[in-house]
């Protein structure tokens, strides 16, 4: 287990502290505030009650430029075949369909554009991310929740995010963001108190960042299957750091902000940085 100077403390408790309370999805980090009131949900029969959001129309001719304004939430209610030609959504994107038998996101291969956030959370019968084939631009990437999720996949126009959080998917055994290069906070897996519950019985490395150069804040944690990290270090340091040595690796990577605890391969016990 680290130790942290109090400067780190302070850091990562500032990071770190709203993913350290219930293992609910969609609550942790900055996707939180955005499930707030004023926004729609496009359905096959309503949307929310005062909602300011709106999407603009599309012909066959013109495909792939609806831009919806706002938040928007796509459940089991959703009309797919309405977003055939969704291309922009200028708030946060949620997706999710509960029970509604969807396997992949290939519905949204028109989709270019989340200014804020893509969620995917609490889908029953998805088993990949697979579809996304025209996203290129995107802010933050939480995917939770997913009892059949087996790959995160499709997201290879996609280089830069402010966050990335991955958790709770019990089925998820492959990872693959190799065109990311850069994450403010990447968060894999979860702890409350000091257990595991990253809910991540797949996983056992973390291949599939080959192309990653930058990471500000990284928590690794309650992966109960994860053996190591050492195929994301390995390319932390191929990318321009020096080569990783021991324990010392993530200091060596300038990763000083940081918890990796709970983990098969690691300190099995949780933490959080303030102490909780």
Same mark, same amino acid.
């Given at each position: 287990?680290?130790?942290?100077?109090?400067?780190?403390?302070?850091?990562?408790?500032?990071?770190?502290?709203?993913?350290?309370?219930?293992?609910?999805?969609?609550?942790?980090?900055?996707?939180?505030?955005?499930?707030?009131?004023?926004?729609?949900?496009?359905?096959?029969?309503?949307?929310?009650?005062?909602?300011?959001?709106?999407?603009?129309?599309?012909?066959?001719?013109?495909?792939?430029?609806?831009?919806?304004?706002?938040?928007?939430?796509?459940?089991?209610?959703?009309?797919?075949?309405?977003?055939?030609?969704?291309?922009?959504?200028?708030?946060?994107?949620?997706?999710?369909?509960?029970?509604?038998?969807?396997?992949?996101?290939?519905?949204?291969?028109?989709?270019?554009?989340?200014?804020?956030?893509?969620?995917?959370?609490?889908?029953?019968?998805?088993?990949?991310?697979? !579809?996304? *084939?025209?996203?290129?631009? %995107?802010?933050? @990437?939480? +995917? =939770?929740? $997913? #009892?059949? /999720?087996?790959? &995160?996949? !499709?997201? *290879?126009?996609?280089?830069? %995010?402010?966050? @990335?959080? +991955? =958790?709770? $998917? #019990?089925? /998820?055994?492959? &990872?693959?963001?190799? *065109?990311?290069?850069?994450?403010?906070?990447?968060?894999?897996?979860?702890?409350?108190?000091?257990?595991?519950?990253?809910?991540?019985?797949?996983?056992?490395?973390?291949?599939?960042?080959?192309?990653?150069?930058?990471?500000?804040?990284?928590?690794?944690?309650?992966?109960?299957?994860?053996?190591?990290?050492?195929?994301?270090?390995?390319?932390?340091?191929?990318?321009?750091?020096?080569?990783?040595?021991?324990?010392?690796?993530?200091?060596?990577?300038?990763?000083?902000?940081?918890?990796?605890?709970?983990?098969?391969?690691?300190?099995?016990?949780?933490?959080?940085?303030?102490?909780?």
């Amino acid at each position: 287990m680290f130790l942290f100077t109090t400067t780190q403390v302070a850091i990562a408790a500032a990071l770190i502290l709203p993913a350290c309370g219930d293992d609910t999805t969609g609550t942790s980090g900055t996707s939180s505030t955005s499930s707030t009131s004023g926004t729609s949900s496009t359905s096959s029969t309503s949307s929310t009650t005062g909602s300011t959001s709106s999407t603009t129309g599309s012909t066959d001719g013109d495909l792939c430029t609806d831009v919806h304004e706002g938040d928007l939430y796509i459940t089991e209610d959703t009309d797919l075949e309405s977003l055939a030609y969704l291309g922009h959504v200028t708030g946060y994107l949620h997706i999710t369909m509960d029970e509604f038998d969807q396997t992949d996101l290939s519905f949204l291969s028109c989709l270019h554009t989340v200014d804020k956030g893509l969620q995917v959370i609490d889908n029953a019968h998805l088993t990949s991310t697979e !579809g996304l *084939t025209n996203l290129h631009s %995107l802010g933050e @990437l939480q +995917i =939770s929740g $997913n #009892p059949k /999720l087996q790959v &995160i996949t !499709g997201f *290879t126009q996609i280089d830069d %995010l402010f966050a @990335l959080r +991955i =958790s709770n $998917n #019990p089925m /998820l055994n492959e &990872i693959h963001l190799d *065109t990311l290069t850069s994450v403010s906070i990447m968060e894999i897996g979860r702890c409350l108190a000091s257990e595991a519950t990253g809910h991540h019985f797949g996983l056992v490395d973390l291949a599939g960042f080959s192309g990653i150069t930058t990471i500000d804040w990284l928590d690794l944690s309650g992966n109960e299957a994860l053996l190591s990290a050492d195929p994301l270090f390995d390319a932390l340091a191929a990318n321009g750091a020096a080569k990783p040595l021991g324990n010392a690796q993530l200091d060596t990577l300038k990763v000083e902000n940081r918890v990796v605890c709970g983990n098969e391969g690691g300190d099995p016990k949780c933490y959080c940085p303030d102490g909780d």
